[in-house]
């Protein structure tokens, strides 16, 4: 027989927390309390965003395919750009038309030259509490050129006249919705097939520089060269 004592059984954890040191201890313990307070701080993150989301984020956005699709009447009452003249002063209208040109004045303001048909009118987004939020202007100046929007808003006429549109009219929006987006970066600008050789030999004597669109270039992208005004 063997004269050796039996072993007593000792589990892996029993083991571990025998080897375990008070350093060691303590230095598990100053794990466990950043993870707590990281946690916390995670969550206090989670909720502070829950709290600053956007109360007017329905006022904007990307149209659904499905609502696109409805078979439905919608209702709306929808005005044309070329109707949209200073008789309609204080009036809200429902305007659908292409995005020529988008420009953001700082974080608070921007502006929209919306054109349908040839005609064009300049919308004006500015941050206001219960109308218009710093949300709603990021999102319109991320959309690229050319994208088809919905807009809702208020007519107002400037006391100067309109130089960047075909309606002496301002649009104050309220709602703004992308119907459909146009690749970031297109092949022409809208804006520089607009315009005649007369245009840009003048400026070239002015000693200004403008892009000449080329009549090979219009061919290849006549789809857009289309949407150019008739000379």
């Given at each position: 027989?063997?004269s ?9 954890e029993?083991?571990?927390e025998?080897?375990?040191?008070k ?14 307070l ?7 993150a989670?909720?502070?965003v ?10 904007y956005?990307?149209?659904?395919l ?10 709306k ?8 003249t200073d008789e ?5 209208v ?6 020529q040109?988008?420009r953001?004045?700082?974080k608070?303001?921007?502006f929209?030259?919306?054109?349908e ?15 218009t939020?710093?949300q709603?202007?990021?999102?319109t ?6 994208s088809i929007?919905?807009?809702?808003g208020?007519?107002?006429v ?5 130089t960047g549109?075909s309606?002496q009219v ?8 992308c119907?459909?987006?146009a690749?970031p ?5 809208i804006e ?5 050789d ?7 004597e002015a000693?200004?520089?403008?892009v ?16 150019t005004?008739?000379?």
């Amino acid at each position: 027989m063997s004269s050796e004592e039996p072993s007593q059984n000792v589990t892996p954890e029993e083991n571990s927390e025998k080897k375990l040191s008070k350093k060691e201890i303590a230095k598990l313990e100053r794990l466990r309390k950043r993870q707590e307070l990281a946690a916390a701080s995670a969550a206090a993150a989670v909720s502070s965003v829950t709290l600053e989301a956007d109360p007017l984020a329905s006022n904007y956005g990307d149209i659904p395919l499905n609502d696109l699709q409805s078979k439905e009447i919608s209702g709306k009452k929808w005005t044309e750009v070329k109707d949209l003249t200073d008789e309609l002063k204080d009036q809200t209208v429902l305007i659908r038309g292409r995005a020529q040109a988008i420009r953001a004045v700082g974080k608070k303001m921007a502006f929209v030259v919306v054109r349908e048909r040839g005609f064009t009118v300049q919308c004006v987004l500015t941050v206001a509490q219960d109308l218009t939020s710093p949300q709603m202007v990021k999102f319109t100046t991320s959309l690229s050129k050319e994208s088809i929007i919905d807009v809702n808003g208020v007519i107002s006429v400037p006391s100067q006249p309109i130089t960047g549109a075909s309606q002496q009219v301002e649009i104050q929006v309220r709602k703004i919705y992308c119907v459909s987006k146009a690749i970031p970066a297109l092949p022409i600008n809208i804006e520089d097939a607009a315009r005649s050789d007369v245009e840009i030999d003048k400026a070239v004597e002015a000693g200004e520089q403008l892009v000449r669109v080329n009549q090979d270039t219009r061919l290849n992208f006549r789809v857009l060269d289309l949407r150019t005004p008739a000379k």
